[in-house]
RNA sequence: GGUCUCGUAGCUCAGUUGGAUAGAGCAACAGAUUUCUAAUCUGUAGGUCCAGGGUUCGAAUCCCUGCGGGAUCACCA
């Protein structure tokens, strides 16, 4: 249904006939607002071959494209441009196929296998802002890449285990008198993220303390007494100490039950979870792999190395001394583990842009292993969410917590629709799900809407708007038209199947030629890794309705059947593709607000 | 310092592989509701696309230089 590509075969094949242009460079864009048309080509392309000046040229082309494309209903010519027209009736065989089409937007399988990596939080703290765009772009890729006929994986990679775990562990054991998520009424995550903050707080007396018996500042670091208690601790773990085993399968326990209401409450879910206390051994045998293959090499010490310096980049551990792996090792071998398992054609890492360099540095040793798959790892490098004083720092309390902030969404929402009387008439439960999927949403569509490379902004101070191009807007255009079907079932109005044949004005032309780009929409946020391209869409769409419908009556009195008809017809495409391009972001949609 | 990245309206952001006179939202101002939901719609105002050079029919977009912000350059993950 890409009518791009069918003018621009038309423009083919006006060129070839007229030029003998084979397999020209010629370019078809949507025409600009203000001028005639629907779709421009651009002609100075083909000035070398049609020897003449772009006028004539645009002219010429257009004439021949007239002639013998029937679609087309007329042409002007500006400067180089050749603007064309397509008649109305072959707009409305294009609605009355969108009308058809079964899951329409989505396209057919493509049978390959992709997988998206994201969410891979830490289990000593809870999740915050940071991680909600993580999450967020996560899902929504992963459904925009099932959309695009992909077979699609989420999974998600927790880091269970570390220094940073061992932390939290003394500090509960230190000061936690036994306190769980039962005894003291905190979620898990929280409280675990509790008492690795009171960690960094006895560290930071201890260090301070010894410093100033005269110790330097670096030795300091290392001879404060709890974090010799957490090195240690972590030795344990390693040896698998029953009882360091015990208590940290309890604590992350809590923090996966704290987690699991958080991915509810934001609706993400994974096909797959990766334990890191599971998979960190892998990627020692590709080690002795790559030793075998000369590609790294030991030192002295007995430790492991690639030397990455004629690609412009530096020499790399793989590999301790004391025969440890590194958090590459057990990336290049979790990689390897999916691909024997998967056989995947993409593998979508969802992390933050501050990891460009370990990727491009995995991809490489992939590649130097003789792995051709090395090019099917795409990096989502999303940027940081910054606050108007810069960088989010636990240390400094900065963190803007991912539970608080969609509580105090749904709470907006909720005021906000109890102000403006939306609630009236809706049990307690249907107000509660009203609010939560407009709060929910605008926060949703607050990220997504924003190109997932770039850092973002985003001011505590100032409330998220529900105003304008935000998801509050686009729920309440689908909710309006929810409303309309309404109406229309409790008058009893029977409607025909058949789309009758009326001719579009151009406000429909419009509203049709909008949502015949949604196919291509979709492929085009999947191949660009973007649902900020879907969120554009579903905007535009939303608001030219908005247009659309204060123009338009459609139950009024007045209007005549075959209107009311086309209209509502119209308006139920425009509702569900709306509702498809939402869900793609996973937001809900009320269908009353 | 090396590498990467970003710089567009007061603010937050769009701007397809180079295409016509640079686009939205918010904020500001002026309007629209006897009507299918005004969380809507219409209009006004707002720009040295960081600066300078280059490439060409044409540059916010590509190349170079400079300025400014960010990331990274761990035997942390």
Redesign the pocket.
């Known amino acids: 249904m890409n009518v791009e590509n069918i003018v621009l075969d038309y423009c083919r094949r006006a060129g070839e006939a007229l030029y003998g242009a084979q397999n020209a460079d010629l370019?078809v864009?949507?025409?600009?607002r203000?001028?005639v048309?629907d779709y421009?080509l651009?002609t100075?392309?083909l000035l070398k071959l049609s020897h003449k000046n772009p006028e004539a040229t645009a002219q010429q082309m257009g004439e021949w494209i007239a002639a013998n494309c029937p679609a087309v209903s007329g042409f002007n010519v500006?400067?180089?441009?050749l603007?064309i027209e397509l008649g109305g009736s072959f707009w409305l065989d294009i609605l009355r196929s969108i009308q058809t089409t079964k899951n329409y937007g989505t396209s057919p399988s493509t049978r390959r296998t992709v997988m998206v990596e994201y969410s891979s939080p830490?289990t000593n703290k809870p999740l915050h802002l940071g991680h909600v765009r993580n999450n967020l772009l996560g899902y929504s890729v992963a459904r925009i890449l099932e959309a695009a006929g992909n077979k699609v994986f989420k999974v998600n990679l927790v880091?269970d285990r570390?220094?940073h775990i061992c932390k939290s562990m003394i500090a509960w054991q230190r000061y936690g008198n036994g306190e769980t998520p039962l005894s003291s009424g905190i979620k898990g995550d929280h409280l675990v993220g509790n008492y690795y903050v009171a960690f960094d707080k006895a560290y930071k007396a201890e260090i301070a303390e010894l410093v100033a018996s005269g110790m330097s500042e670096d030795e300091a670091k290392k001879e404060a007494p709890i974090m010799r208690e957490a090195s240690a601790m972590l030795l344990k773990w390693e040896a698998g100490d029953k009882e360091v085993r015990d208590l940290w399968r309890t604590m992350n326990g809590w923090v996966y039950d704290g987690f699991d209401v958080t991915y509810k409450e934001m609706g993400v879910c994974f096909d797959k979870i990766y334990y890191?206390s599971e998979t960190?051994l892998l990627g020692k045998k590709l080690v002795e792999v790559g030793l075998a293959k000369g590609v790294f090499y030991r030192?002295d010490?007995g430790?492991v190395w690639i030397d990455l310096r004629e690609d412009?980049l530096?020499e790399k551990?793989l590999l301790?001394?004391?025969g440890t792996s590194?958090?590459m090792t057990?990336d290049l071998g979790t990689a390897l583990a999916r691909y024997s398992e998967f056989e995947f054609s993409d593998m979508t890492y969802v992390v933050g842009?501050?990891?460009?360099?370990?990727f491009t540095v995995l991809k490489l040793i992939l590649k130097k292993l003789g792995y051709q798959w090395s090019d099917a790892i795409y990096h989502l490098s999303y940027g940081?969410v910054e606050l108007p004083e810069?960088?989010m720092k636990s240390r400094e309390g900065t963190v803007v917590d991912a539970d608080d902030l969609m509580a105090s969404m749904v709470e907006e929402?909720r005021v906000?629709?109890l102000e403006?009387g939306?609630l009236d008439g809706l049990s307690q439960q249907e107000s509660f799900q009203?609010s939560r999927k407009?709060g929910l949403g605008a926060l949703k569509y607050f990220i997504l809407?924003?190109?997932p490379?770039?850092?973002?902004?985003f001011n505590p101070a100032e409330s998220i708007?529900?105003?304008?191009?935000?998801a509050?807007?686009i729920q309440?255009t689908y909710?309006?038209i929810?409303?309309?079907e309404r109406?229309v079932s409790s008058l009893g109005i029977v409607l025909c199947d058949e789309l009758p044949t009326v001719v579009l004005d151009d406000k429909e032309i419009e509203l049709v030629k909008l949502l015949a780009e949604y196919p291509a929409t979709i492929s085009?946020a999947a191949a660009d890794h973007s649902p900020?391209?879907v969120a554009?869409y579903a905007?535009q769409m939303a608001?030219v309705y908005?247009?659309y419908?204060?123009e338009?009556?459609?139950?009024?009195d007045g209007v005549s059947e075959s209107d009311r008809a086309l209209r509502l017809a119209l308006s139920r495409v425009v509702a569900s593709v709306i509702l498809s391009a939402m869900s793609l972001l996973g937001i809900e949609m009320p269908d009353?607000?």
């Open positions: 370019q864009s949507k025409t600009r203000e001028f048309g421009t651009v100075f392309p500006i400067k180089g441009f603007n830490n880091n570390g220094i890191e960190y030192r010490d430790s412009g530096d551990l301790r001394a004391d590194v958090y057990q842009n501050e990891q460009n360099y370990h940081m810069g960088k929402a906000m629709s403006l939306k009203v407009i809407k924003v190109d490379r770039k850092t973002m902004l708007d529900f105003n304008g191009n935000t509050p807007f309440y909710a309006r929810c409303s309309l109406k085009a900020a391209i554009a905007y608001k908005n247009q419908y204060h338009h009556p459609i139950l009024r009353r607000m």
